[in-house]
């Protein structure tokens, strides 16, 4: 029968509820366990690809099109999973849901309600995913702070979860702050008993605890959680800062986390094996050369905005050895002061993330076009692919004021256009080019060296493209679209052969990266980067 786990997070949000979530995962697997995660977002929107990343971090892109919460990328990278759109559950898809059924006339004759119809619903999708994914152990992280009036319904569902499944099928995680004062250097264990209690109130006792404290809790701290949160001590654990986010799984379990979570769930009892993982986070840890980055993007205010990229940054890095530093630095910075575009010459690689609307794009082109008549390796991604294009355009090709319609819809030479399949298309929500989509890739190029195939599938999130009317006119002038989709109108990949390293993809290769798999054009850049640091030739692939 399967198991539930369900995380619950305390006193404020952000407090690492995903990344406990990605290593409860990370701990079953390690014992041969099969699991499968879930996101639930009490926000009203459907799906989080309308909001803008600054509200609520990047929007992850699941293989089948899914615009998701950010933690189903932790989940896929910790547990190297390929989830769904399924597994990222909001109450917006929930009410609408439940009233598309009531205007269809499922409920003729009663009065629809929260309980239960809303936590039916819930209920039925949490289900649903543990139904198609024929796993063991069923994790759902329940987003916001409990007592946050959005997250009532789904701590309401969770709660009847335990009647229904049975209290040796289900399992209960509350997350919380335990804060060190600055003055006195005192662990405060208040914030998160309230926390608790709180919890209590709407009817779910927790089965463990976890703080989230600077550091390790000591004993008089782990005593009185256990006491005020009414749990034994050996259920009590400590998810502290360390320098890798990668360490977390490998220190809960440390704790004997991983022992009773199976005990507690009634899971056979299975020796550990984390010898990849612990492989892959030595490699990040104890690096033998380092190389910085400059990221010139147009969200740098928030790192969450570009964590997928940041990750894959760092897994490029543990392949190669060497330590990555991001810098983030705001594209606008180059607008207002285009002589600062000089400072790019104290990296060892310049790369240009997605963005969207004309906010940042001149910037971005030129940190793309110092990249280039510096020989300093590139790679852009998304509307980094299609600001090269631009600079190509611009500065190669002589196409004056060479522009996207999404930047200049009057450009003379509108290098990048609305694909057309997206003309006409009024509503916002889900409707870009999403997901994964078949490359075809030319022989004898960068694209192929690194990929190693003449065929692979990427996920995408773009509305805009290359316009095929300019293809012929860029090649002519020595750039390369070495990726094209399978019938040859819809370009993919683009290279400079004559430069050290110059890449570009319209897809997002930083969703498919995993620890000790990181994806090739992020790890064909890293390379690029340190083989220069290093006065090495021209990288080999």
Excluded at 81 to 91: A, H, Q, R, Y
Excluded at 95 to 104: D, G, H, P, Q, S
Aim: with cysteine; glycine share 8%.
């Amino acid at each position: 029968m399967v198991k539930y786990v369900f995380v619950t997070g305390g006193v404020l949000s952000s407090v690492g509820k995903g990344i406990v979530t990605s290593s409860i995962g990370k701990m079953l697997q390690a014992r041969g366990f099969k699991v499968t995660a879930i996101k639930i977002d009490p926000y009203v929107n459907v799906d989080a690809g309308t909001m803008n990343p600054y509200m609520h971090g990047e929007v992850y892109v699941t293989e089948d099109g899914g615009e998701t919460d950010l933690d189903l990328g932790w989940y896929e990278r910790f547990l190297d999973l390929n989830l769904k759109k399924e597994n990222n559950i909001t109450t917006g898809q929930v009410y609408r849901a439940v009233i598309e059924k009531e205007r269809r006339g499922d409920f003729l004759g009663r009065c629809v309600q929260i309980v239960p119809h809303i936590t039916n619903e819930i209920k039925s999708r949490i289900r649903s995913v543990a139904a198609d994914s024929k796993v063991d152990v069923v994790l759902t992280e329940v987003g916001g702070t409990v007592g946050d009036i959005e997250g009532l319904p789904f701590l309401e569902a969770i709660r009847q979860m335990r009647l229904e499944e049975g209290y040796e099928n289900t399992l209960y995680v509350h997350v919380a702050l335990v804060p060190i004062l600055d003055v006195t250097k005192e662990m405060k264990t208040k914030p998160l008993q309230h926390s608790v209690n709180e919890l209590r109130r709407i009817g779910i006792q927790p089965d463990i605890i976890v703080a989230r404290c600077p550091q390790m809790i000591d004993a008089e701290a782990l005593r009185k959680i256990a006491l005020f949160g009414t749990i034994p001590e050996n259920a009590v654990f400590c998810s502290y800062n360390v320098e890798s986010i990668y360490q977390v799984p490998l220190i809960l379990d440390e704790q004997g986390m991983g022992d009773f979570i199976c005990k507690r769930l009634g899971l056979p009892e299975r020796k550990s094996n984390y010898d990849e993982w612990k492989r892959f986070v030595e490699a990040l840890l104890n690096p033998e050369h380092e190389v910085r980055i400059a990221l010139v993007g147009k969200y740098a205010g928030l790192v969450d905005s570009y964590v997928s990229m940041n990750e894959a940054l760092r897994h490029a890095g543990a392949a190669c050895k060497t330590k990555v530093r991001i810098h983030h630095i705001e594209a606008e910075t180059f607008e207002k002061s285009p002589s600062k575009v000089e400072m790019l010459k104290e990296f060892d690689g310049i790369f240009v993330p997605y963005g969207f609307g004309p906010r940042g794009a001149e910037g971005k082109i030129a940190a793309i076009k110092f990249a280039r008549e510096n020989n300093i390796p590139f790679l852009g991604i998304c509307f980094g692919f299609q600001l090269a294009t631009v600079e190509f355009a611009r500065n190669v090709c002589g196409l004056k004021d060479a522009n996207s319609t999404e930047i200049d819809p009057n450009s003379p030479h509108p290098v990048i256009d609305l694909m057309p399949e997206q003309r006409g298309i009024e509503l916002k929500g889900a409707t870009m080019r999403l997901g994964a989509h078949k490359i075809i890739i030319k022989p004898n190029t960068l694209a192929h060296k690194l990929y190693q195939s003449e065929e692979i599938f990427e996920r995408h999130r773009h509305r805009f493209e290359v316009n095929i009317d300019y293809v012929e006119k860029l090649e002519k002038e020595g750039l390369v679209f070495s990726g094209r989709s399978p019938d040859g109108r819809r370009m993919e990949i683009l290279e400079l052969p004559n430069h050290y390293f110059f890449f570009a993809s319209q897809f997002h290769g930083e969703f498919k990266s995993r620890p000790g798999k990181p994806d090739p054009e992020y790890h064909g850049f890293v390379k690029a980067c340190l083989d220069r640091k290093l006065r090495k030739a021209k990288p080999e692939f």
